[in-house]
């Protein structure tokens, strides 16, 4: 088995300031993903990389940036916190392939911004 | 764009109740279709996938069918329980690409 760490599990920031997170994922996947979970909204894909050094946007990628150096972590940067956003940030991880493959989560970064 | 609908934000059952979460999608070609189910304090864990037409999966009492004609795959269990209390998501695996859309979630409550 595997397992997808994610640093840190607590982020509180500053209107304004940039804040990265952090994901590591030792199940040797080739595709990795950030979803952004907001209350009564679900989790809406923030950016996505098929392998290493690839980068694709997702449905909610303004304001943020993604950098995958190497296969196993993926970060992913707040570029400017917005004053009182409240969010959980998960990580997940699949098998190369296609969509059909099972997602493997992170159990999440909560972000206050004050 | 592909969608997922589901329709309940919450459901509050007591044990041993018959369950029903509706799921709707919308996307071209034969989408992955998937559950998961998230506890507190934890990422979405899999639950289980269809992949074609009339496809039932299912996994810890839980089932669900993919119906093209009616673009669903509702979840079903025949008697939840206590531990069962969790939210719930329906997934979908865009067609020859590498995006997975999730609906919105259905927490579910269930009381002893």
């Known amino acids: 088995g595997g397992i997808i760490t994610q640093t840190p599990k607590f982020l509180i920031g500053q209107e304004g300031q940039k804040l990265t997170l952090k994901c590591q994922q030792n199940f040797n996947h080739d595709t990795m993903y950030w979803y952004r979970q907001d209350s009564g909204k679900g989790l809406r894909l923030i950016y996505y990389?098929?392998?290493?050094?690839?980068?694709q946007k997702g449905d909610l990628s303004e304001g943020y940036d993604a950098s995958r150096e190497k296969k196993s972590s993926f970060s992913l940067t707040v570029t400017s916190a917005q004053k009182n956003e409240m969010a959980v940030f998960l990580c997940a991880s699949s098998l190369a392939g296609t969509s059909a493959e099972t997602l493997y989560f992170g159990s999440g970064t909560r972000l206050t911004v004050l | 764009g592909d969608s997922v609908t589901q329709t309940e934000g919450q459901v509050a059952l007591s044990e041993e109740d018959f369950l029903t979460i509706h799921c709707n999608y919308s996307a071209s070609g034969y989408p992955a279709l998937f559950w998961y189910v998230q506890y507190p304090g934890e990422g979405p864990q899999f639950l289980f996938r269809?992949?074609?037409?009339?496809e039932k999966g299912s996994s810890r009492g839980f089932e669900a069918t993919y119906d093209k004609g009616t673009t669903s795959f509702h979840l079903r269990k025949a008697s939840v329980q206590e531990s069962d209390s969790a939210v719930y998501y329906c997934a979908l695996g865009e067609t020859n690409a590498y995006k997975v859309i999730f609906g919105k979630g259905t927490h579910l409550h269930v009381l002893p």
């Open positions: 990389s098929i392998t290493e050094n690839d980068l």
């Open positions: 269809a992949s074609r037409d009339k």
